[in-house]
């Protein structure tokens, strides 16, 4: 019993693997400066060339496409929701009946940025979806011997607020969950 239980571990590994960017491509949303590579499928090889590449999201929120008259609106969108606005755009501008866009994610894309004289080292580290202010400053070094912890600024598309992780015990209001592109900033 215990051989034959034992042959359904890889496949229910791969069922999880599966579930697991699933779950991250509808959850991860795009946002202004974040990087994807695309390509097509579902169309001849010569005809889908020009949308192979490397596309970078504009400030206004919107990703220019080869061939399509209109920037498709990607910022606040999970890849799931962009594959579909794109493949919507190419089937209503007739360029294709069937399109499928293929979306990765290059991984360095996706950082958040610690520095500042209390950080033991000034780094960048890839994000990653459970990523708080404190366990991107440990993984980042932690704090020097003179770091203070009750004035964290934490920048987010232009505005900073401060954190205190002196706090955070008491109110996890105090340790935020993290976003790609944060920049944390740790004084003396």
């Not at 695309?38 to 220019?64: C, H, K, L, N, W």
């Not at 360095?108 to 004289?117: A, D, E, I, K, S």
Request: proline content about 7%; some cysteine; overall charge positive.
């Amino acid at each position: 019993m215990k051989t034959s239980c034992l042959r359904f571990v890889p496949l229910l590994l791969a069922v999880f693997g599966m579930m697991s960017s699933k779950v991250f491509s509808q959850m991860a949303t795009f946002r202004p400066g974040d990087v994807f590579d695309m390509r097509m499928t579902s169309v001849p090889d010569p005809y889908g060339q020009p949308f192979t590449g490397t596309y970078t999201i504009a400030e206004d929120g919107t990703v220019g496409i080869p061939l399509l008259k209109d920037s498709v609106k990607a910022a606040g969108l999970s890849m799931d929701q962009l594959v579909k606005a794109i493949d919507a755009q190419l089937i209503a501008e007739k360029i294709f009946t069937h399109p499928l866009a293929v979306i990765q994610l290059p991984p360095q894309t996706r950082v958040v940025t610690l520095g500042g004289p209390g950080m033991r080292q000034g780094t960048s580290i890839n994000y990653t979806s459970d990523m708080t202010l404190s366990s991107a400053i440990m993984r980042a070094g932690g704090f020097s011997d003179y770091g203070n912890q009750k004035k964290i600024k934490l920048t987010r598309g232009g505005k900073s607020q401060f954190f205190n992780l002196k706090k955070a015990d008491k109110d996890p209001s105090q340790n935020p969950k993290l976003l790609p592109g944060d920049e944390v900033e740790v004084p003396e």
